[in-house]
């Protein structure tokens, strides 16, 4: 049977336990072999459990600590990986590290930044610990699964950064109070400066001359002929390949027509304020033109639907629900988050979703599954001052709708010329799927719908 050993010291040679049974003090020389180990751990002592058995002794728990009983704590090194970011994502470009080599990271905390065609991932730490080392270099490729950062699991370290920025501020402290308290040689100090100062007086004024001429040469003169290349981030490339995509491979055409948006500016302004108070939501036109398209899309299911199949399709794929694509535009390209199940919403609904979209759009928090999908889109360029545009289809979809700025402009109505709040609509449709007496009676629909917006109600 065995028997537990509770070593209460080990330094150098000298070895001292209590047996807990008789039958530990006759195999006590085993232990013997034990002190031998601690000759190569210079100064240190140890205490743990030692199971003593017939065969020998086992060390089930040994704690090495210093002479001076503070624990030597040791932690196994993880490796961080590039995570997974979505099935039709392989690799992306390692645009930035957040944190530095030293640095103690907290569980979850953001350690990296990762660029796709997309979105940008976070690469978060798995557990707290230190890093250690980073694997790869800022904007290099990198692949899902590949090893990113090397990090030391465990609690902050006692002189990490964070107590080294505390007492940071203390440091000029003793600086100040220690030429106060050496009363004799400051004022000795003190005058010695004053000589110099009257010499040292006279540079810094030709200084900001001297500053003055780079800053001028630096701005470049009328005529000046100058170049700068700039690599093209991922989303731009995978925007630019979108769109030839959608040039090569759609038969794109593009219908237009004007709608007068004086009943739904009406409609708006008298109800906007009750909404914002009860649901916190801004009445806008983007939900009107989603509903109108919704119910358009009941009379021209074509719209909706999309070519799918080898060879640049042979099948049509008809939707019992209509996703909208919503473009955005960022920085750093437009992206067309999704708002779901539109069929199911009323104007509050769809004013909310695209809101939270928009933000998440702006605040750089899209995910891969808010842009997933999408049968039909909504592009209003009318935000920027576009008077009129062609859009261009977003594939595999076949149809998207171009809003552009309302301008007041004369128009007869009943026999009179009236000044109107008028804004073009334009309808880019893919022909191998839509022909135009579809696609013109779609658009007139909605013309229709936005011109009387009580109609919508009757949908």
């Not at 336990?17 to 085993?30: K, L, Y």
């Not at 039909?376 to 576009?386: A, C, D």
């Not at 109505?413 to 696609?439: C, F, Q, S, W």
């Amino acid at each position: 049977m065995a028997s537990r050993i509770s070593i209460a010291r080990l330094s150098g040679q000298r070895f001292s336990a209590v047996a807990r049974t008789p039958r530990a003090s006759s195999q006590f020389r085993n232990v013997r072999g034990l002190s031998t180990l601690t000759r190569k751990t210079s100064a240190r002592s140890a205490s743990g459990l030692l199971q003593v058995s017939s065969s020998g002794i086992n060390v089930s728990r040994l704690n090495i600590a210093p002479l001076g009983g503070h624990q030597l704590r040791t932690y196994a090194d993880s490796i961080i990986k590039v995570p997974s970011m979505a099935e039709s994502i392989t690799e992306g470009t390692l645009k930035q590290f957040s944190k530095q080599v030293g640095d103690f990271v907290e569980r979850d905390e953001e350690i990296a930044t990762i660029e796709t065609d997309k979105i940008d991932v976070s690469v978060n730490a798995p557990e707290s610990g230190t890093i250690k080392e980073f694997l790869v270099n800022e904007e290099d490729t990198v692949t899902v699964g590949q090893d990113l950062v090397k990090l030391e699991l465990g609690a902050a370290p006692e002189g990490g950064k964070k107590d080294e920025g505390a007492e940071k501020p203390k440091e000029p402290e003793p600086k100040e109070s220690e030429p106060k308290k050496d009363a004799s040689p400051a004022p000795a100090e003190a005058e010695k400066p004053k000589e110099p100062e009257p010499k040292k007086a006279a540079p810094p004024k030709e200084a900001p001359k001297a500053e003055s001429k780079p800053q001028a040469a630096e701005q470049p003169a009328l005529g000046d002929r100058e170049e700068r290349r700039v690599k093209m981030n991922r989303m731009r490339l995978r925007i630019a390949e979108r769109l030839k995509q959608s040039q090569n491979t759609a038969a794109s055409l593009t219908t237009f027509n004007e709608v007068d948006m004086s009943s739904l500016m009406e409609f708006r302004k008298l109800y906007k304020d009750d909404i914002l108070k009860k649901t916190g939501v801004k009445l806008g036109f983007m939900s009107a033109f989603s509903r109108a398209c919704v119910l358009a899309m009941k009379d021209i299911p074509a719209v909706n639907a999309s070519i799918e199949g080898p060879n640049g399709g042979d099948t049509i794929v008809y939707r019992d629900y209509v996703d909208i694509s919503v473009a955005v535009a960022t920085e750093k390209g437009l992206v067309t988050p999704v708002v779901r199940n539109t069929e199911g919403k009323d104007l509050v609904g769809i004013e909310k979703a695209i809101a939270d979209l928009g933000k998440k759009a702006r605040d750089n928090k899209l995910t891969i599954e808010d842009m997933a999908g999408g049968t039909f889109t909504i592009s209003n360029g009318g935000v920027f001052g576009s008077l009129m545009g062609t859009p261009i289809i977003n594939v595999p979809q076949t149809a998207v709708l171009g809003l552009h700025a309302i301008k007041d402009k004369p128009v007869a109505v009943n026999g009179k010329v009236e000044i109107r709040p008028m804004m073009y609509l334009a309808l880019t449709y893919d022909h191998r799927l839509l022909d135009g007496r579809e696609a013109v009676t779609f658009l007139v629909k909605i013309k229709e719908y936005i011109e009387d917006p009580r109609r919508m109600l009757l949908g």
